[in-house]
């Protein structure tokens, strides 16, 4: 059998025994529904406000300000469309930035086409968002900011405490969409300003289809499903009682292991960054050099299609990505990788590879003995390659 090495966390991670124990009673007995006023029922809403509070205490909100939905997208459309159509008397004009996750950006392209203004904003060739264009781009008709805590394929971590300042200071509402922050970065959303933040459960080894939206007391949203009376009126359906747990439970072993995690995974990051860059020639490592991610690496392989790169590595039984899990059967380039200035053909021989908690060194050394390989056996079929060599 071929070994399996899993290098990509970012797109979604495996659920970890601990949580899929306190699941299971919620798939057997614990069936009931928490809107039924019998015990059998109180007992799954009283297991769902423990959750409620357990999300609430990591970001430093308050119980009733954690909204639960079926994961990040969900959470990041609420966010958008909610505060849009909630605020439309006050303004129609959104600022976000040019490498957010599509569930972020085609919202906002969905609101361009009903009557809302959305200015995309330029990042370095890091991946930061430019703060003096934010500014700039702040009008009286101004109502959200929405700016993603750390970028799902660089990896890039942005200054959000200054963003909170700037939303705040005019008075402009501000939405993070922190799915990948969330169990690598402590976040205070009272210190840091934030008023909507967006959480998944499956990208930090939870179940996948669960998440929240924290939504600051006194913030002017509008509910995102009519129906029942769940969350608080604003957020119909029965709950996703076993992925809550799920998630609950996930979120209290990320924060209570965050330092060995961050310590681990970046000594195993920052070898893998050194041992690419010291065997193979003409690469480039994307995403900030430092404000990064813990377990992200994302090069670029000149003379290479990350495409070929993927399929090469997966018969080697690695699995990576070549951009984001979406635009993976596209053949347009990743649209972060063009904001920070790749041209297309670097573009299209990117690899990112995520590290997670059950990651070793041996999975670093097999990866990259495995691209040496690998990026060897494909640059020698490059006709660019060999005319590079030539000179
Ligand atoms: C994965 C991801 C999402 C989407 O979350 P789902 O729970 O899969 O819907 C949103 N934003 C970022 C940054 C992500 O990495």
């Given at each position: 059998?071929?070994?399996?090495?899993?290098?990509?966390?970012a797109?979604?991670?495996?659920?970890?025994?601990?949580?899929?124990?306190?699941?299971?009673?919620?798939?057997?007995?614990?069936?009931?529904?928490?809107?039924?006023?019998?015990?059998?029922?109180?007992?799954?809403?009283?297991?769902?406000?423990?959750?409620?509070?357990?999300?609430?205490?990591?970001?430093?909100?308050?119980?009733?300000?954690?909204?639960?939905?079926?994961?990040g997208?969900?959470?990041d459309?609420?966010?958008i469309?909610?505060?849009?159509?909630?605020?439309?008397?006050?303004?129609?004009?959104i600022i976000t930035s040019k490498i957010e996750h599509h569930g972020v950006l085609h919202t906002c392209e969905?609101?361009?086409?009903?009557?809302?203004?959305v200015t995309y904003l330029d990042v370095d060739e890091n991946g930061i968002v430019n703060m003096?264009q934010l500014?700039?781009s702040?009008?009286?008709?101004?109502?959200?900011i929405s700016i993603m805590f750390a970028n799902n394929e660089i990896g890039t971590i942005q200054p959000i405490?200054?963003i909170?300042?700037?939303?705040?200071?005019?008075?402009?509402?501000?939405h993070t969409d922190a799915v990948q922050a969330?169990?690598?970065?402590?976040?205070?959303?009272?210190?840091?300003?934030?008023?909507?933040?967006s959480?998944?459960?499956?990208?930090?080894?939870?179940?996948?289809?669960?998440?929240?939206?924290?939504?600051?007391?006194?913030?002017?949203?509008?509910?995102?499903?009519?129906?029942?009376?769940?969350?608080?009126?604003?957020?119909?359906?029965?709950?996703?009682?076993?992925?809550?747990?799920?998630?609950?439970?996930?979120?209290?072993?990320?924060?209570?292991?965050?330092?060995?995690?961050?310590?681990?995974?970046?000594?195993?990051?920052?070898?893998?960054?050194?041992?690419?860059?010291?065997?193979?020639?003409?690469?480039?490592?994307n995403g900030h050099?430092?404000k990064r991610l813990?377990?992200n690496?994302n090069?670029s392989?000149?003379?290479?299609?990350?495409?070929?790169?993927?399929?090469?590595?997966?018969?080697?039984?690695?699995?990576?990505s070549?951009g984001s899990a979406c635009t993976?059967?596209?053949?347009d380039p990743s649209h972060v990788l063009l904001a920070i200035g790749l041209?297309?053909?670097?573009a299209?021989?990117s690899?990112r590879?995520t590290?997670?908690?059950?990651?070793?060194?041996?999975?670093?050394?097999?990866?990259?003995?495995?691209?040496?390989?690998?990026?060897?056996?494909?640059?020698?079929?490059?006709?660019?390659?060999?005319?590079?060599?030539?000179?």
């Open positions: 059998m071929i070994r399996q090495v899993y290098l990509d966390n797109a979604t991670t495996p659920v970890k025994k601990q949580v899929l124990d306190e699941m299971l009673p919620f798939f057997k007995e614990k069936y009931g529904n928490p809107s039924s006023i019998y015990r059998l029922g109180q007992e799954t809403r009283n297991a769902i406000d423990e959750v409620r509070e357990k999300v609430a205490n990591v970001i430093n909100a308050k119980p009733r300000e954690i909204y639960f939905t079926a994961g997208s969900e959470a459309n609420w966010a469309k909610g505060i849009a159509f909630a605020n439309k008397d006050k303004g129609n004009h969905y609101l361009e086409k009903n009557g809302f203004e003096e500014k700039d702040i009008t009286d008709k101004t109502i959200l405490e200054e909170g300042k700037i939303a705040r200071d005019n008075k402009v509402y501000f969330i169990g690598n970065i402590n976040i205070d959303v009272e210190k840091l300003n934030i008023d909507l933040l959480m998944s459960a499956h990208k930090l080894y939870g179940p996948k289809g669960v998440g929240a939206l924290y939504i600051k007391q006194g913030v002017k949203i509008h509910p995102y499903m009519h129906g029942g009376a769940q969350e608080r009126n604003r957020r119909a359906g029965t709950e996703n009682i076993p992925g809550i747990i799920g998630f609950g439970k996930a979120i209290e072993l990320a924060y209570e292991t965050l330092d060995e995690h961050n310590e681990r995974l970046t000594k195993l990051r920052d070898k893998l960054i050194r041992d690419i860059k010291e065997n193979i020639e003409y690469v480039r490592l050099p430092d813990p377990g690496v090069f392989f000149e003379f290479i299609e990350g495409e070929s790169l993927l399929l090469s590595l997966d018969m080697l039984g690695i699995c990576a070549s993976s059967g596209s053949l041209p297309h053909e670097i299209h021989g690899l590879l590290l997670g908690d059950f990651n070793t060194e041996e999975d670093v050394d097999y990866v990259v003995e495995s691209l040496i390989k690998v990026v060897d056996r494909l640059r020698q079929m490059s006709p660019l390659y060999e005319n590079v060599k030539k000179k």
